[in-house]
C-alpha cells in the first residue's frame, strides 16, 4: 500500500510540473509543443497507429487508401493539440477560456429549466470535452458532471478542486441513481459523456455505426426515462485552432414517453453525423470495437 501511495504522489508531481510549465506559456508556444508531441507520437513512438488506421479504414470503406492515411495524421494532430489544450486549460484564466469555449444556445436548455425541468446533457468523446468546465460560467443553471473518480487521490483532489473554480459540481457515476433520486424535485443540468465501449455485452443496444455493429451503454437513458429529465446533444464545432462552440440539440423533452432505445438511437445518429462532417475530432485511437456482436441480437439502423 505504501509503494502504491508514493507511486500515486510522484504521478501526481509530475502531473502538477508540467500543469505549472504549461501556465507560463503563450498559447502559440502551446501550439508549437503540441506540434512536437504530434512528431513523436505519430513518427517516433507510433502511438496506436494501427488501432486508428484499422477504426478509419473500417469506418470509412469507400475512401481510398491516401485519404485514410491523411485522416489518421489529421488525427494525430488534433489529439496532440487536444492534450495540449487540456494541460494549458487547467491554468487558463477563465475570461480567456470563455473567449475560446462559447455557448451559443443557451435559450434552448434555459427554456427547460425556467419550466422547472432537469437536463440531461449527452455528447461523446469529440472534441474538446475538458474546456466545456469553463459552461459553468456560462450558463444560468447548475450543471453537475457525472464522471468515473481517478484511482489516484492526489490526481482526483486536484481535478475536483479545479472543477470547482467554474460552478461545476463532480458526481461519482456510481453515485448518479441515489443522488437523482434525492434531488428529484431540482432543476438541474448533468453532463454525460456516452460513447465508450460497454463491458456487459448482452445487456446493451447494438446499432449499425460508422459502418461496424457498435455495442452502446443504456444506462444513461433509463435514467433520463426513470425521472424524466429532457434530454439535449452536445454539439462542439471547431471554429478554427484552439476555439469551439458549443450547441445543443434537443433530442426529447420527456423521454419517459419514448420507446426503450430511442434516446441511444438519436445520440448515436447526432454523433454519426458530427464524425462524419469531421473525422479528425473524434477519439480513432480508442478500442472502440475491441468486442464483436452476439448471436441472435437485434442491430439498430441509424440511417432512417
Known sequence: MRQKAVINYLVFCVSWFFIQLFRFMPVVLVQAVSRFFY?????????RREVVYNNLRNSFPDKPDPDIEELSRKF??????????TIKGYTMPVPALMKRFRAINPELTDALFEK?????????????????????KQMMHPLII???????PYV???????????????LSVKKTLRY???HRDKALGYIFGVD???????????????NQDTPCHQGYEALARKFNISVVYIDIRIVKRGYYTFRTVLISENPADLPEGAVVIAFMKHLQESIRARPD??????????FRKPEGVVVHSLEH
Open 156 to 170: 482526483e483532489q486536484y481535478h475536483r478542486k479545479t472543477r470547482g473554480m467554474y460552478n461545476m459540481d463532480l
Open 116 to 136: 422547472g425541468r432537469s437536463v440531461m446533457f449527452i455528447g461523446g468523446h469529440y472534441g474538446n470535452q475538458e474546456w466545456g468546465k469553463v459552461l459553468g
Open 39 to 47: 512528431f513523436l507520437a505519430f513518427y517516433v513512438i507510433r502511438y
Open 180 to 182: 437523482m433520486i434525492e
Open 196 to 210: 465508450q465501449r460497454p463491458f456487459d455485452l448482452q445487456n446493451c443496444l447494438w446499432v449499425r455505426f460508422l
Open 146 to 152: 457525472v464522471y468515473s473518480p481517478f484511482t489516484n
Open 76 to 85: 494525430f494532430r488534433y489529439f496532440c493539440d487536444l492534450l495540449t489544450e
Open 281 to 290: 475530432y473524434w477519439l480513432w485511437s480508442h478500442k472502440r470495437w475491441k
